[in-house]
């Protein structure tokens, strides 16, 4: 685009042509005030506050809807310019109540902060004030409407950003009221994001209502612990308890946004039941102790039992959002007393695919990449309910490129698909074969002979050679695989058949994780067939294997295989017939109080330093923002006393950082280079009660999400889309 150059405030600056006034200063950190303007947002230009003096214009003009043109010159600060500005905040306090002393945006809200500067000492209206019924918007969003300014920043967010119309304008001038479309609370997985993008107190977070004043708060870095993205987050924290979880900005990962699961999770570390001592079962009553004894019991019971199988019937099972830290330590710990029965991956079906693939899970492109796709194939993938954030990136690409989908179920989507197939889940694989087809049939040279030899006896029909033109097509174009594809019995074929589509349209190709740090888990060496970083290790049992065969003793971390595993009812089962059980957990409540015969209690995320690895490969530590409650520790902390009592070596870390220092020298050592699937075997027909399943949902994922309870008030806690009686059959 061309350049023009243009004069603000005395400062010559040079922009593009078709910015708006606003935008260019933003750049030059010359301030505009505005209420209605974000830069994630179309313009509306409704609020007025930003009115700028330009040139020789006779009247003030607003800078969010002026594009900048050569030779501009523009004033903010002029009589003109103060004017106006002035003008429209008498406006709009004529009817804004004065609840700052009990409005909890009071501190932090632009309008307070704007009146300051731009209003006046006493006002001239002497007439009663509007006043607005409030809007019942569910358990997550609380409304006080008779504040609202009308920027129409929340409903320009559902229409634009989310792609669901939730929220509307009704009425003109002050009969202008904003709510609902229909009388029923907002649903979308990201609705929360309007409180932050609300610039007055009508949107608050219902959760933390009255529970502090702005100015009270201490602000500390952290990373989300529920989606595969690692959205970046601020935990805002008084006197040792947090109040409430807001989006701290990364265009990498999650531009401004926050999943209302990230964002509202944090009432589990609370409100939820808590375990505050380490407990011990004797005769079937819980009783307290101290963690000196409980550390020892635990390391006798590991040992008997563990030497008395030769480490075959003991096995640790990882939950999906344990630190890298914890992860790493807990299999060189099982290591080092001769058990390589570990594992995260509660619902995967298919391992066939142990040692190939990458060192890490996920894929090899940036996640802000997927906003610039021409063309995206889903398979399996349901981003709404597993990964909201990647759905509204998906949603950005669709305003120019393509989205497909290969799915057998009915997804909700917020954005256009251009082509879509719906396969029995038996079928799934057979069905991105005809794909792959597709694609040889326009590229014949790159797939091997014996990929061809696979791929015989399988037809494309019309829809399978859009869906490979449009991938060869797209300048950009990738290749997306959801959850259910790791579930599915077919996985590792699914795998290859997406490598080699990839290969032969020249898309990228990945696949959504469960939870926030399945990279890091396997990174780690939390897997039965290799150790941290790739490394070789005797192949022990699988999560399917320890949890279907039953073993006589288990260890848990901050996990719950009765709810998480797809065989909930083996792992019930099991769980309750072994030897010991010990559980490392933060929480006292559950069906593992039942099962378990130990349980240690251990930091939740925001209560602990650690490192998470997204989806994409990125390292992000954090440090712990408030102290976990009661005895609870750190899990890395009590992983190392645990080791250094079962007499393994190299356990004699200070902190959280010299461990994931050793890991990621471990790590760079060997690089990332993913190993080439070979041509798998011809598909096995498997019955499609193997297949269908009840989904956890986007509310249930793990024990801390399970727990938050404004979370567990909404409609999409009680049922997931992806259900057995919607899978098509």
Same mark, same amino acid.
């Given at each position: 685009?061309?350049?023009?150059?243009?004069?603000?405030?005395?400062?010559?600056?040079?922009?593009?042509?078709?910015?708006?006034?606003?935008?260019?200063?933003?750049?030059?950190?010359?301030?505009?005030?505005?209420?209605?303007?974000?830069?994630?947002? $179309?313009?509306?230009?409704?609020?007025?506050?930003?009115?700028?003096?330009?040139?020789?214009?006779?009247?003030?003009?607003?800078?969010?809807?002026?594009?900048?043109?050569?030779?501009?010159?523009?004033?903010?600060?002029?009589?003109?310019?103060?004017?106006?500005?002035?003008?429209?905040?008498?406006?709009? &306090?004529?009817?804004?109540?004065?609840?700052?002393?009990?409005?909890?945006?009071?501190?932090?809200?632009?309008?307070?902060?704007?009146?300051?500067?731009?209003?006046?000492?006493?006002?001239?209206?002497?007439?009663?004030?509007?006043?607005?019924?409030?809007?019942?918007?569910?358990?997550?969003?609380?409304?006080?409407?008779?504040?609202?300014?009308?920027?129409?920043?929340?409903?320009?967010?559902?229409?634009?950003?989310?792609?669901?119309?939730?929220?509307?304008?009704?009425?003109?001038?002050?009969?202008?009221?904003?709510?609902?479309?229909?009388?029923?609370?907002?649903?979308?997985?990201?609705?929360?994001?309007?409180?932050?993008?609300?610039?007055?107190?009508?949107?608050?977070?219902?959760?933390?209502?009255?529970?502090?004043?702005?100015?009270?708060?201490?602000?500390?870095?952290?990373?989300?612990?529920?989606?595969?993205?690692?959205?970046?987050?601020?935990?805002?924290?008084?006197?040792?308890?947090?109040?409430?979880?807001?989006?701290?900005?990364?265009?990498?990962?999650?531009?401004?946004?926050?999943?209302?699961?990230?964002?509202?999770?944090?009432?589990?570390?609370?409100?939820?039941?808590?375990?505050?001592?380490?407990?011990?079962?004797?005769?079937?009553?819980?009783?307290?102790?101290?963690?000196?004894?409980?550390?020892?019991?635990?390391?006798?019971?590991?040992?008997?039992?563990?030497?008395?199988?030769?480490?075959?019937?003991?096995?640790?099972?990882?939950?999906?959002?344990?630190?890298?830290?914890?992860?790493?330590?807990?299999?060189?710990? &099982?290591?080092?007393?001769?058990?390589?029965?570990?594992?995260?991956?509660?619902?995967?079906?298919?391992?066939?695919?142990?040692?190939?693939?990458?060192?890490?899970?996920?894929?090899?492109?940036?996640?802000?990449?997927?906003?610039?796709?021409?063309?995206?194939?889903?398979?399996?993938?349901?981003?709404?309910?597993?990964?909201?954030?990647?759905?509204?990136?998906?949603?950005?690409?669709?305003?120019?490129?393509?989205?497909?989908?290969?799915?057998?179920?009915?997804?909700?989507?917020?954005?256009? +698909?251009?082509?879509?197939?719906?396969?029995?889940?038996?079928?799934?694989?057979?069905?991105?074969?005809?794909?792959?087809?597709?694609?040889?049939?326009?590229?014949?040279?790159?797939?091997?002979?014996?990929?061809?030899?696979?791929?015989?006896?399988?037809?494309?029909?019309?829809?399978?050679?859009?869906?490979?033109?449009?991938?060869?097509?797209?300048?950009?174009?990738?290749?997306?695989?959801?959850?259910?594809?790791?579930?599915?019995?077919?996985?590792?074929?699914?795998?290859?058949?997406?490598?080699?589509?990839?290969?032969?349209?020249?898309?990228?190709?990945?696949?959504?994780?469960?939870?926030?740090?399945?990279?890091?888990?396997?990174?780690?060496?939390?897997?039965?067939?290799?150790?941290?970083?790739?490394?070789?290790?005797?192949?022990?049992?699988?999560?399917?294997?320890?949890?279907?065969?039953?073993?006589?003793?288990?260890?848990?971390?901050?996990?719950?295989?009765?709810?998480?595993?797809?065989?909930?009812?083996?792992?019930?089962?099991? +769980?309750?017939?072994?030897?010991?059980?010990?559980?490392?957990?933060?929480?006292?409540?559950?069906?593992?109080?039942?099962?378990?015969?130990?349980?240690?209690?251990?930091?939740?995320?925001?209560?602990? $330093?650690?490192?998470?690895?997204?989806?994409?490969?990125?390292?992000? $530590?954090?440090?712990?923002?408030?102290?976990?409650?009661?005895?609870?520790?750190?899990?890395?902390?009590?992983?190392?006393?645990?080791?250094?009592?079962?007499?393994?070596?190299?356990?004699?870390?200070?902190?959280?950082?010299?461990?994931?220092?050793?890991?990621?020298?471990?790590?760079?050592?060997?690089?990332?280079?993913?190993?080439?699937?070979?041509?798998?075997?011809?598909?096995?027909?498997?019955?499609?009660?193997?297949?269908?399943?009840?989904?956890?949902?986007?509310?249930?994922?793990?024990?801390?999400?399970?727990?938050?309870?404004?979370?567990?008030?909404?409609?999409?806690?009680?049922?997931?889309?992806?259900?057995?009686?919607?899978?098509?059959?």
């Amino acid at each position: 685009m061309g350049k023009v150059h243009i004069e603000i405030d005395g400062q010559q600056l040079e922009a593009e042509v078709g910015s708006m006034i606003i935008e260019v200063a933003d750049k030059a950190d010359i301030y505009i005030p505005r209420f209605c303007y974000h830069k994630k947002l $179309s313009v509306a230009a409704n609020c007025r506050m930003c009115m700028v003096d330009v040139g020789n214009l006779p009247k003030a003009v607003p800078a969010c809807a002026t594009p900048v043109a050569e030779g501009m010159v523009i004033n903010t600060k002029s009589d003109k310019a103060v004017e106006a500005q002035k003008s429209v905040m008498e406006f709009l &306090l004529i009817n804004h109540p004065l609840d700052c002393p009990v409005c909890d945006q009071g501190g932090e809200c632009e309008l307070q902060d704007l009146s300051v500067g731009y209003g006046n000492d006493v006002s001239r209206y002497t007439e009663g004030k509007r006043v607005v019924k409030d809007k019942n918007l569910g358990p997550l969003i609380a409304t006080d409407m008779t504040r609202c300014i009308h920027c129409t920043r929340c409903v320009r967010f559902g229409q634009e950003v989310v792609g669901i119309r939730e929220m509307g304008a009704t009425g003109r001038g002050e009969h202008m009221e904003i709510g609902t479309y229909i009388e029923s609370a907002v649903e979308s997985e990201v609705s929360a994001n309007i409180i932050d993008l609300c610039p007055v107190g009508a949107l608050t977070a219902k959760p933390s209502r009255f529970k502090a004043r702005a100015w009270e708060l201490r602000q500390s870095s952290s990373v989300a612990a529920h989606d595969c993205l690692g959205s970046n987050v601020y935990v805002h924290h008084r006197r040792g308890e947090i109040i409430r979880v807001v989006p701290r900005e990364n265009e990498a990962i999650n531009e401004v946004w926050l999943s209302d699961r990230d964002r509202f999770s944090y009432e589990a570390l609370t409100e939820g039941q808590r375990l505050l001592k380490p407990r011990i079962k004797k005769d079937g009553e819980w009783q307290e102790t101290d963690w000196q004894s409980a550390l020892e019991l635990v390391a006798k019971e590991m040992k008997r039992i563990v030497g008395g199988s030769e480490g075959n019937d003991f096995g640790v099972l990882v939950g999906n959002n344990v630190t890298t830290e914890e992860s790493y330590l807990a299999q060189k710990m &099982l290591r080092g007393i001769g058990c390589n029965n570990i594992d995260f991956r509660l619902r995967r079906r298919d391992y066939s695919g142990d040692g190939r693939g990458s060192v890490r899970s996920g894929f090899n492109f940036p996640m802000s990449q997927l906003d610039t796709m021409d063309a995206t194939l889903l398979i399996g993938a349901d981003l709404r309910h597993e990964q909201p954030l990647a759905a509204l990136r998906v949603r950005k690409s669709t305003g120019f490129g393509k989205a497909m989908a290969i799915n057998p179920f009915d997804g909700e989507y917020n954005f256009r +698909l251009t082509q879509e197939l719906q396969p029995k889940p038996n079928k799934l694989a057979h069905e991105f074969a005809r794909v792959l087809v597709a694609a040889d049939q326009l590229r014949p040279d790159v797939l091997s002979a014996e990929a061809k030899e696979w791929l015989s006896g399988i037809e494309a029909n019309e829809v399978h050679q859009q869906m490979a033109q449009n991938l060869i097509d797209g300048d950009s174009s990738c290749i997306l695989m959801g959850v259910y594809v790791q579930e599915h019995p077919h996985a590792e074929v699914i795998n290859w058949l997406a490598e080699s589509v990839s290969a032969v349209t020249g898309s990228e190709w990945g696949y959504m994780t469960q939870g926030c740090n399945a990279a890091g888990n396997k990174i780690a060496g939390s897997v039965p067939c290799q150790s941290a970083a790739g490394g070789k290790s005797q192949s022990g049992k699988n999560a399917r294997e320890m949890i279907t065969q039953g073993m006589k003793g288990y260890m848990l971390i901050n996990c719950e295989p009765d709810v998480e595993s797809i065989w909930a009812e083996a792992a019930l089962k099991n +769980l309750t017939s072994a030897d010991c059980v010990i559980a490392l957990t933060p929480f006292s409540d559950g069906r593992v109080a039942d099962y378990a015969d130990v349980m240690l209690p251990i930091a939740g995320c925001y209560e602990t $330093s650690g490192t998470y690895v997204n989806v994409e490969g990125k390292w992000q $530590s954090f440090s712990a923002a408030v102290a976990a409650k009661g005895e609870a520790r750190p899990g890395w902390k009590v992983l190392r006393v645990l080791a250094n009592l079962l007499e393994v070596n190299g356990f004699d870390y200070e902190s959280s950082q010299q461990v994931i220092e050793e890991l990621r020298e471990k790590f760079e050592a060997v690089g990332d280079a993913r190993i080439a699937r070979k041509v798998p075997p011809p598909l096995e027909e498997v019955e499609e009660s193997q297949v269908t399943r009840e989904s956890l949902g986007l509310y249930r994922v793990d024990p801390m999400v399970r727990r938050a309870i404004a979370l567990q008030k909404t409609p999409k806690a009680s049922t997931h889309p992806i259900s057995i009686s919607r899978v098509k059959t």
